[in-house]
């Protein structure tokens, strides 16, 4: 499926265009035409991956330097794996990091909710804020904040084996404090401590199985996709863990999908102890987080 070559062709100036960019072409063409989102992007995150260069210096991979190498990599994506499985990286605000078959891939959804949480916890004013990230799969979320709030403590909680172990990996160095557990139950000596409360969990409903992406589907960790029949389970029990976590004035931030606007809000309601809840819109100004704070009763 896949064996290459051809004519160079030409390139848009008119001058010879190098076999690699030839190839890249091609190899763009087969994603989409397989239903790939974004597959000039792919294309050349592969080709970069395959020859040890970057995306922009992709045209001075000289042409006796292709690695044919570059076509399995484009099987494997034309097949729905993810490309971050493929290339064993995935960036995420100023951060890359390992993941692979276990961990869920972090996506740029999530970069607008844990930027709404740096500015959060900024207009504490707090000298040395304590996070705690709930579910956190491959990390991103506690390492991101570790990095752009230094004075902050971090600890981040995740139950399953395989997702702590690339947990591991990415906090390598770091002063994220990693915890295996139920996210629900987690953390009991930081009782009434905590400023803030993050989590991107499961939420998506069992019903939808067949509507999700393959990439996610067939490759994502079940657990850290599907949550119940409304896909609000883990939310739920996570409402009741951040109010036992936060102080008073603390605040809970948490990813939900983009047609659960409204909903999550209302389980974060004044009679459980929170005010200020909210729904917030991510950079395609949909639905995807929700905030509130944790009063004092």
């Known amino acids: 499926m896949g064996s290459s070559p051809g004519a160079s062709g030409s390139s848009p ?3 010879p265009r190098s076999l690699l960019l030839a190839e890249v072409a091609r190899a763009t063409q087969r994603l989409a035409d397989a239903g790939v989102p974004s597959p000039r992007f792919d294309a050349e995150e592969l080709a970069a991956h395959v020859h040890g260069t970057k995306r922009s210096t992709l045209h001075l991979v000289a042409d006796s330097d292709f690695d044919a190498r570059y076509w399995e990599a484009v099987a494997r994506r034309e097949a729905r794996e993810p490309l971050q499985h493929i290339t064993g990286r995935a960036f995420f605000r100023y951060l890359e990091l390992q993941v692979g078959p276990g961990v869920f891939v972090p996506r740029p959804e999530t970069e607008s909710v844990v930027g709404w949480a740096i500015d ?5 004013d707090v000298a040395e804020p304590l996070i705690v990230d709930l579910c956190t799969g491959s990390g991103a979320i506690a390492l991101a904040l570790a990095q752009e709030v230094p004075r902050s403590r971090v600890h981040a909680v995740e139950l399953d084996e395989r997702a702590l172990g690339w947990a591991r990996k990415n906090a390598e160095g770091s002063r994220v404090v990693l915890h295996q557990g139920d996210a629900r139950e987690a953390l009991p000596e930081l ?14 409903p069992l019903g939808e199985w067949e509507h999700v992406a393959p990439e996610a589907r067939d490759h994502d960790p079940q657990l850290a996709l599907f949550s119940g029949e409304d896909g609000l389970d883990t939310i739920r029990g996570l409402e009741r863990a951040a109010h036992r976590l936060l102080r008073p004035g603390g605040m809970v931030v948490v990813e939900h999908a983009d047609t659960q606007g409204g909903q999550v809000p209302w389980i974060f309601t004044e009679d459980r102890g929170w005010a200020d809840a909210a729904d917030h819109p991510d950079l395609n100004n949909r639905p995807r987080f929700a905030t509130a704070r944790r009063v004092a009763r």
Not at 120 to 124: F, G, P
Not at 191 to 204: E, K, T
């Open 120 to 124: 959060a916890v900024r207009a504490m």
């Open 191 to 204: 009782a009434g401590q905590v400023d803030l409360v993050i989590s991107n969990p499961p939420y998506i």
């Open 13 to 15: 100036s008119g001058g």
